[in-house]
């Protein structure tokens, strides 16, 4: 069983950063990959960006390329979304995900963190 908790939304104006954590419970969790999602309202949830159980690869979403990045300290049981250069369309609930492999779908995760908010000011 894994854990999240995600922190580190909040109010920013465009142009601005966000770095976004989620940490994990439980000892297996470096064995996961991690995805970031988000969900703006009444829209379908997406996918951001997700790393795999090594870090050692990364994938992202295009419209967030050359913008947002992942990473994640297994030692800290945290990975963390560092978010740059950010629009009012990045405005979402931000959720982190696990699962066993790296994909860009919701049913590829088996656990997933409560969201945190991030609103973008134009």
């Known amino acids: 069983q894994v854990q999240l908790v995600e922190s580190g939304g909040g109010l920013v104006q465009a142009g601005g950063s966000l770095r976004l954590s989620c940490a994990a419970s439980?000892?297996?969790?470096?064995?996961?990959?991690v995805a970031w999602f988000r969900q703006a309202p009444g829209k379908e949830r997406e996918f951001v960006a997700a790393i795999n159980w090594g870090g050692g690869s990364t994938i992202s979403a295009d419209s967030v390329k050359g913008r947002f990045t992942v990473s994640r300290d297994d030692a800290k049981n945290t990975v963390w979304l560092h978010m740059n250069s950010l629009k009012p369309e990045d405005t979402a609930v931000y959720f982190c995900?696990?699962?066993?492999?790296?994909?860009?779908?919701?049913?590829?995760?088996?656990?997933w963190g409560q969201g945190t908010q991030v609103t973008v000011s134009s």
């Open positions: 439980g000892r297996t969790f470096s064995s996961y990959a």
């Open positions: 995900a696990a699962g066993s492999g790296v994909y860009y779908n919701t049913a590829s995760y088996n656990y």
